[in-house]
């Protein structure tokens, strides 16, 4: 077709609406997110600063460190984005429920239009799905996952079981055997859900089988902070077959 035809015949590229993302320095998982997100939507990353320790919480502290973030959301307005998502799970539960909500304040004060955080969408997604206790699995060393627990108890939240891998770097490397292998490990019949933490473990493709397997929801970092990202824009996500996905597609109130 020639091109003067073709012009003719389209109507332009499909308008995006974007999410800006802010992404622990050490993110490998950027494909991952985009898996959640529809054809219209385009995700702006920018990364916090290195910072040469390893996994652990002192990693956590710093990769949320308020002027840091506040910084991070300034370089992503640009684009336009409709919402901002802090999009670290360790960073954003570490220094407690005040802390997070501290994070959604600083973005909001640096100009994001709304805003999000992994361990806040966990939050969400589980009053959303009238979960009051979960399991976990996770990367981490014992003290972070530690924190996680805290965290979740101050929501209310029960963490019936934790279990996890004891990694400090290089989480991204982490097959789907052995976080198959860790959710197993953590589960337990009276968790009424599964929560897979960090954003840099894989896993999209283990969602449906483990809810199959289970018998119950599976949430994951990614999936939750993309969810709660496209819920501020009036959106839902791709992989509409999953629980979280089917249980509201409207906007928050």
């Not at 992994?118 to 014992?142: F, H, N, Q, W």
Request: some cysteine; charged content about 20%.
């Amino acid at each position: 077709m020639p091109l003067d035809d073709f012009l003719g015949a389209v109507s332009g590229p499909v308008q995006q609406r974007g999410i800006g993302v802010i992404a622990p320095f050490d993110l490998a998982l950027d494909r991952e997110l985009w898996r959640w997100s529809p054809q219209e939507v385009s995700l702006y990353v920018t990364r916090t600063a290195f910072v040469p320790v390893p996994v652990s919480v002192e990693q956590a502290s710093l990769v949320s460190d308020e002027a840091a973030v506040h910084a991070a959301t300034r370089d992503l307005l640009v684009p336009e984005p409709e919402v901002v998502a802090y999009a670290c799970t360790s960073g954003s539960f570490v220094d407690g429920a005040g802390g997070q909500r501290r994070l959604v304040e600083v973005m909001r004060d640096a100009g994001a239009p709304a805003a999000v955080t992994t361990s806040g969408a966990l939050v969400r997604a589980l009053e959303v799905l009238g979960v009051g206790s979960v399991s976990i699995a996770t990367p981490y060393v014992v003290s972070i996952t530690d924190r996680l627990c805290s965290f979740l108890g101050e929501h209310g939240v029960e963490v019936v079981s934790s279990v996890g891998l004891g990694l400090d770097g290089q989480i991204w490397k982490t097959s789907y055997r052995d976080v198959v292998d860790i959710v197993r490990a953590a589960d337990r019949p009276e968790a009424e859900a599964m929560f897979i933490s960090c954003t840099n473990l894989p896993t999209y493709d283990l969602i449906g089988p483990l809810e199959q397997e289970l018998g119950k929801p599976v949430l994951t970092a990614n999936q939750v902070t993309i969810w709660a990202a496209l819920r501020e824009m009036g959106l839902s996500a791709v992989g509409a077959e999953q629980r979280l996905m089917q249980a509201v597609d409207a906007p928050a109130a």
